[in-house]
């Protein structure tokens, strides 16, 4: 992420964009998610990808993932197993 390039913390990466996001004129499909993933970003430790499944699946009622991270059966997804 360019956050390493930019030695910028991920959090004020997260606080700057979700501002950004947030603008008028700015016009995004899942803008509602997108705050939701950026909201995570900055409150806890947890990576884009991850905030981005579980803000996604949360926001569409999705309870199960296909995915090895333990974390997001911790937030209260449940993993799906790969046959």
Known sequence: MLTSYYNVPSRLA??????????????ATE??????CFR????????LVD????????AKGI??????DKDLSKRGLRLLKVE
């Not at 905030?51 to 949360?58: C, E, K």
């Open 31 to 36: 803008k509602a998610i997108i705050a939701e």
């Open 40 to 47: 995570l970003l900055i409150r806890d430790d947890i990576d």
């Open 51 to 58: 905030a981005w499944i579980y803000s996604y699946s949360v």
């Open 14 to 27: 997260a606080e700057k964009l979700a501002h950004i996001v947030m603008f008028k004129g700015i016009h």
């Open 63 to 68: 309870s199960g993932v296909y995915s090895f």
